[in-house]
């Protein structure tokens, strides 16, 4: 029996010699993420040679060399690549790096008559997700303060007029809620006793970010996530296209309008002139 598994402990070792020398072998220093195809994603550990993120010294996709919307093509690149790659994690200090470069926009509704405890089992819901599906999610939430959550993301996320972002573009980084000023009421009791109760009100604070969806792609454990990922980029990018034309449109009917009155207020000059 010794010598049974003593002979099967010496081939699984000569086995391993065998992959390390030929994975060590097809590894190169200069190695630049291969443009595979959507549907072999589940093989890519197969396919890309494993090796560190930075070790390229390109810092791909960890600081700037991706924006925060990329073109569909370079995202599906940098999913393929982070896959191949998904058993070596991330250093903290480069999520957070880019974390910091994003923009956010805060959301508050102040002295909301509810029970704080019940509100923020409402907002710990909605955190998270992305506004499109946050929004999604509450319409069909159960719960009575639903809607007022979602009216707070609503108005939150209308920051196309600022910056030109989408709603899709937007996930909810922080949603909760707090105590707010209670109101002191007689509670009465038997036997002619009387006490006191509190009516309690809740603050809400939300908080929407600008997605890194690059930062996403690396992050996702599993394909379905970077495809999910993947998905919720290509509609954004489309709503902000969308927008950008739309913008660019009004900008040139708001540019006509302006040369017409320009052009009646000086013809209207020359009439008063030769008066």
Known sequence: ????????????????????????????????PQKVPYRWMRCLSSVIPVRRIEASGLDYGATSTLEAVPPQDKAVDFAAFAHANRHLKVKPFIIKRRIKKLRTYIGAEKGVRHSPWRMNLVCQFAAGLTVPEAL??????QKRMAPLVAKVIRDTAKADRRDGLQPSQLEVAECFSTHGSHLKRIKIMGRGRSGKKHRRHSHIRLVLREIDFPTKLLQATSVNQKRKWLEALKSAREDYEKASVERKELAELEAMASQLEEDARKKEEGQRGKI
């Open 136 to 141: 999604k999610q509450l319409m069909f939430c």
């Open 1 to 32: 029996m010794a010598q049974v598994i003593s002979c099967r402990m010496s081939r699984l070792i000569i086995g391993a010699r065998q992959l390390i020398s030929t994975t060590a072998s097809t590894m190169t220093p200069n190695f630049s």
